[in-house]
């Protein structure tokens, strides 16, 4: 068995200015603090000698790779993106960039913002603009009825309120 894993798609090439900001407040921060930090502990960790059994400085290479890594990854993506800031001119339908409210059968609520692939964190209740549920509710308008198939079958929500920042 390989390891190779085929790259993952980038997914729709939209981000909202918060997660854009994120996205480049991280990149300052592993290109200009995390890299310098770790070049300098490499060039201690090599300065004590032989390399071949040293843990720190196999450990510093590892870590500059991996920045590396994701700082080409991030500067490529950034340039791809299309910030999308402004308020749709129909604000009574969802698009991205919108907090939607929904409702179960059940009649518990759940309020979801759709945003950009980069942004997802359901943590805060970011969804992505790829996800299933995301694109049933584009373009919907309030009390619409979304169907959306889950693992455990189909389910049902009721688009109960629209905002947008």
Known sequence: MSRYRPPRSAGTPLITPEGEARLRAE???????RRPQVTQAVSEAAAQGDRSENAEYTYGKK?????DSRVRFLTKRLEKLKVVGE???????VYFGAWVTLEDEDGEQ??????GP????LKQ???SIDAPLARALVGKELDAEVRVPTPTGEKTWYLVAI???
């Open 163 to 165: 905002d947008y920042p």
């Open 27 to 33: 990149l300052h921060e592993l290109w200009h603090v």
């Open 118 to 121: 980069d942004e997802l964190d």
């Open 63 to 67: 870590m500059l790779r991996e920045i």
């Open 125 to 127: 209740n970011l969804i």
């Open 87 to 93: 308020r749709p001119a129909d604000l009574n339908k």
């Open 110 to 115: 759940v309020r979801y913002r759709i945003v």
